[in-house]
Structures are given as structure tokens and as C-alpha cells.
């Protein structure tokens, strides 16, 4: 093993936490944690056996002897019986909200669905289960679910004609993931839509041979269908939309996320967050809270009014990223500016195999997003976009360059979501040279592969989710998740192994080892929000946020780590979740 030196290391920690040492006794430590396997993650990636926490920080870390010989005598001791303790995981794309929940997925998370929809796994189930809800709801009525988006190829997703058959005196919508509804024939005519009925700017109709809708829509077309749907019965009351988001932040703690970029709260929601955190902050995964404007084809039909009240929400706003503190902050300006993978319409710079012509969606166009990114880097804020197909990065890397070229502005961070295409070497330059970043997800390979069998030919798919080719070229990069699913040990299992969700291996070329996985989900996530200097790693000064997990994931075969058991994880020093009926052996 190898440990720091124990005199620049006490150094460090007393002149960062501000505690000198007491009388006669050393520093003061609330807890020793010691006999450990410590991946520090610190820039020389040391591995330490102990190290101690004050006040929520860790103050002391090296060997048993050095860090027993420099905090206080009577400082309680904890054993950790030899297990491996990592820096708390940093997810670097959740979704939150007062109707949003998480369920259970092969050894990971994904948003929870409907419960009378959560079992079906095809359409005979499917329709089942629909039939029984038909049984049970009022002629006439609307019955809404969702399908579990990972197990639901868009191959197997039902037409409107089988939903019709189990519920022919329903309107039915089903969501399949954020950009899909599935419609019945009576929910199609409530909204509107017909063989004439033509795309809007920025979404589909799906339809069959004969050019009837199929009951397949996505992206802007969905808003025909808004305007129909009845308000919720039931809609989530403030207090329940606060334990909602409470129960979900738990649940990611538990798989040991001790950070998250929330990518995406509006600015009407925004209190009932604050509020969050104001009660229970202390046993939540510290949250950084990204502002979604929606100024393209997804909320307004004129574009120009999209500019003009997405400018005037940012300008109403009175704060810009970073305010807050290391609880909840505020973090990047959000816009989504294509479609997803698990459409898929996402903006391609090649045709889509198979459909001639077909390009994706452009929910963002240039002429919308230039001058709202512009406003908003002009005011401060750091700006984190959606982009998953190849055309969209580079046309949001192409106008990001145009506005630091006009206003240049030092570490302004900005970053990309996603980059789930490959983009063009030429466009990985200009990321490099601008210093634009990529916030990726190597986990849809496993969540979301199947769509892009679909969508792309076997080269692009090999190289979907880059991350070696972008490290290589200067790009920085954070890992996380998006839901597909929640999941750090299977973000880094992805990352390393490259597995899909099919088994096979996609792109072996753009893995990385173990080493960088760590901390490309740890101390990157952190750069990404500015949190370098006081979370990411188990380091004198540091907030106390680490894992303690049931093997070494050094060790371990690569297929493994992602059955890796989470036994017990810390945020600012205090115990937030521990695995019962955890092995010893």
C-alpha cells in the first residue's frame, strides 16, 4: 500500500478544517474510522487504511499509526473490518420532481412506472392489465399509465389497435419514457389526429402502411395530446410532492449517491425543492439544481415568443449558478435541443438506417438557442445542454464558440449532456480547445441499447457514450446516469466493460479502467458544479461523503463490480443508509 506522508498531510488538514489541535490531545476528530481499504481518489489515487472526521469533513487520513497519532486520544474508534471505503458517488443527471419515484431494475434504479403497468413485461400482459383497468374505470374516462422503459423495445410497444381491444370504450395514453405517448383510436380523435392531421415542427406521428396514425407520437406532437388530457384527479399535494422527492433522494443514497446534478427544475418549482432540503437536507444526497428554460418546439409553436419569455424567465430570476451552498446549489442553465435515444429522435447528422430523409428532432434550432445561451452566459451562468444525437453537438459546440469568441469569459464550465453519438473530430476539437466538457451516461448502453440498434449502423454504435476518445482529444468528462438506470457501480461496470444491454461488448475502445471510472464518477462530477475543492475525494478538507463497500473494486474482476454490495454510506460524516443482513463472509 501506499500512504501519504503523515507531516504534509496533518498540515493540510488543520489549515482546511480550521481545527487546531487541542491541548495535549491532538486534533479533534468525532470518529477514527480505521483497519479500512481506502481508495482515496486524491490526485495520486492513494490508497490510505484510516482516516478521521470533525464536523462533517474529514480531517486526518494515511495509515492507522499516523492518523491515531495526530487526533485526540479519546476519539471513538470505528472498525471497518477490513472493507474497501470509497468517495461518495456524484450522479451527474437525476430527474426530481413531486411525481416522480424510483423502482427497483437489475441491481440499479429506474423512474417508477404506473403500478397497474409495473408487471406487464409484453403485450399480452400488457393488454391484461389494461383490460382489468378498463373493468375498473368509468365509460368514457381517461386510463393513463407508463411502461417501464428499458424492458419496452420500441419493436414491442403496442399499437393503437391492440390497445383498442382492451379498452374499445376508453381514451387511452401510455407513456414510454420522456418522449413518447402510445394512444388508443379514441384518444387519437379526442386530440385530434387523423390521416390529415400533419407533423408538427419538431415532432411525429407515427403511422402504418395505409398513412393512419398508428398511436405512436413523439417529441412536439405530444402537446396535441396535452391539450385533451383531464387535469389529475388526484394531483400530488405539496406535502405528499415533498415526501415523494424525499423517498426517491433516499433511494439514490442507498446505492451510494451521495451528490446530484439535478438536470432540470423550472423556476416555478424551484421552491418546493428549496423547501426539501430546508427540512431534511442533512440526510439527502447534496443537490445541485439546474434551471430548465424550454424556448423551442416542445412548449411554443412561435419562436420568437420562445426567445422572449425564456429571456425574460432568466432575467426575473435574481441569482445565477452557484448560489446556494453545499447542500443545494444552484448549478448550469438547462435546454434540451433534440429528441432521445430511446425514441429514438435525436438529431442525426447522417439519416436514420432505414428511414431516407429522416433526421431526427430539433427541438432547440440555432436561431432559438443563440441568443437565450447568450443572454445567460452574459449574466453568468454556466450553461448544461441536452444533446445526444452528433448534429446537435455540434451545432450547440459551433454557437458556444461564436459567443465566447464575442464575450470571452474564464472558466465558465459550460458543458454538454449526453453526447451519445459520436460527434465529428472537428467538433471534439473545438470542445477541447473551448474548454466545453461532457457530462455522459455509459450506462445507457445497458438501459437504452436496444433503441439504438435501431437508430444506428454498427460503427456508430460501437462508439455511442464516447468517453476514451473525448479524454484522449482534452475533453473533460463526469459520469452519471439519467436514470438508465440509477446505478453507480453499474455506471462504472459500463464504463469499464463496455457491456450492453444485449451482453455484447459495444466499442471496446472507449473504455476506461477502473481508476478513471472512479473518478469520473467522483471528483469530475464535482468540477462540473465547482465542487472540486471541497468534495470528490477522501482528503484532508473534504467533506466526510464516502461508501463503504462489501469488495475492492481495485480487485475485483471487471464483470463483477456491478454486484458489488453498498453497505453503508456517509454524507458529511453522518450514517444516511446501511445494508441489513450484511455478509461477513
Known amino acids: 500500500m501506499r500512504f501519504r506522508a503523515s507531516r504534509p498531510l496533518l498540515a493540510v488538514a488543520w ?38 472526521v470533525h464536523e462533517g469533513r474529514f480531517v486526518a487520513v494515511g495509515s492507522v499509526s499516523e492518523v491515531r497519532s495526530r487526533v485526540a486520544r479519546d476519539a471513538p474508534e470505528i472498525d471497518l473490518e477490513g472493507r474497501t471505503v470509497v468517495p461518495g458517488f456524484n450522479d451527474n443527471h437525476i430527474h426530481l420532481g413531486p411525481d416522480r419515484g424510483v423502482q427497483p431494475w437489475r441491481s440499479g434504479m429506474v423512474p417508477a412506472v404506473s403500478p397497474w403497468t409495473r408487471g406487464a413485461a409484453n403485450i399480452e400482459e400488457l393488454l391484461s392489465a389494461l383490460a382489468e383497468r378498463a373493468a375498473e374505470t368509468p365509460r368514457g374516462e381517461w386510463i393513463l399509465g407508463g411502461l417501464n422503459r428499458p424492458d419496452w423495445p420500441n419493436a414491442a410497444v403496442p399499437t393503437r389497435w391492440q390497445l383498442d381491444e382492451a379498452a374499445p370504450e376508453h381514451p387511452v395514453m401510455l407513456t414510454r419514457g420522456p418522449h413518447t405517448y402510445l394512444l388508443n383510436s379514441r384518444a387519437l380523435e379526442l386530440a385530434g389526429i387523423g390521416p390529415d392531421t400533419p407533423d408538427p415542427e419538431g415532432g411525429w406521428i407515427f403511422r402504418d402502411e395505409s398513412d393512419r396514425p398508428n398511436g405512436r407520437v413523439l417529441e412536439a406532437a405530444r402537446r396535441l395530446v396535452d391539450r385533451v388530457l383531464p387535469p389529475e384527479a388526484e394531483p400530488v399535494g405539496y406535502e405528499e410532492g415533498v415526501e415523494n422527492m424525499r423517498r426517491m433522494l433516499r433511494d439514490l443514497a442507498g446505492l451510494g449517491i451521495t451528490s446530484v446534478n439535478v438536470a432540470g427544475v423550472r423556476p416555478a418549482d424551484l421552491r418546493q425543492v428549496q423547501d426539501l432540503y430546508a427540512r431534511y437536507g442533512a440526510e439527502l444526497p447534496r443537490a445541485t439544481i439546474q434551471i430548465r428554460l424550454r424556448p423551442g418546439h416542445d412548449a411554443f409553436d412561435d419562436m420568437d415568443l420562445g426567445v422572449r419569455t425564456s429571456i425574460a424567465e432568466l432575467e426575473s430570476l435574481g441569482f445565477v449558478t452557484g448560489f446556494g451552498d453545499d447542500r443545494l446549489k444552484l448549478g448550469a442553465l438547462k435546454m434540451s435541443i433534440d429528441g432521445g435515444l430511446s425514441a429514438p429522435v435525436f438529431w442525426s447528422i447522417d439519416e436514420y438506417p432505414g428511414r431516407p430523409g429522416f433526421h431526427g428532432a430539433v427541438r432547440i434550432p440555432a ?198 454490495a453498498v453497505e453503508r454510506v456517509f454524507i458529511g460524516g453522518r450514517e444516511v443508509h446501511k445494508l441489513e443482513n450484511r455478509s461477513d463472509s
Open 367 to 564: 436561431e432559438v438557442f443563440r441568443p437565450v445561451a447568450a443572454r445567460a452566459h452574459e449574466l453568468g451562468w454556466q450553461l448544461g445542454i441536452h444533446t445526444i444525437g452528433d448534429a446537435a453537438v455540434r451545432m450547440v459546440v459551433d454557437e458556444l464558440a461564436r459567443i465566447l469568441d464575442d464575450n470571452p469569459r474564464d472558466d465558465h464550465r459550460h458543458y454538454l449532456h449526453h453526447v451519445s453519438v459520436k460527434p465529428p473530430a472537428g467538433t471534439i476539437a473545438a470542445m477541447a480547445d473551448y474548454g466545453i466538457m461532457v457530462a455522459s451516461q455509459p450506462s445507457f448502453t445497458v438501459g437504452l441499447g436496444a433503441y439504438a440498434d435501431e437508430a444506428l449502423d454498427d460503427e456508430r454504435e460501437a462508439t455511442q457514450n464516447p468517453t476514451r476518445s473525448l479524454l484522449d482529444a482534452g475533453v473533460r468528462v463526469s459520469h452519471g446516469s439519467d436514470s438508465a438506470p440509477y446505478g453507480p457501480l453499474i455506471t462504472v461496470w459500463t464504463a469499464v466493460t463496455r457491456r450492453g444491454h444485449d451482453g455484447e461488448v459495444y466499442g471496446p475502445e472507449e473504455a476506461v479502467t477502473v481508476e478513471e471510472a472512479l473518478r469520473l464518477h467522483t471528483v469530475e462530477p464535482a468540477y462540473f458544479t465547482f465542487d472540486e475543492g471541497v468534495k470528490g475525494s477522501i482528503a484532508p478538507g473534504q467533506l466526510a461523503d464516502f461508501v463503504v463497500l462489501s469488495e475492492d473494486i481495485l480487485s475485483v474482476t471487471p464483470e463483477r463490480i456491478r454486484d458489488i
Open 15 to 52: 489549515l482546511a478544517t480550521g481545527c487546531a489541535p487541542e491541548a495535549g490531545g491532538g486534533l479533534p476528530a468525532d470518529a477514527v474510522y480505521v483497519n479500512g481499504h481506502v481508495v482515496t481518489v486524491d490526485p495520486e489515487f492513494s490508497i490510505a487504511e484510516a482516516f478521521a
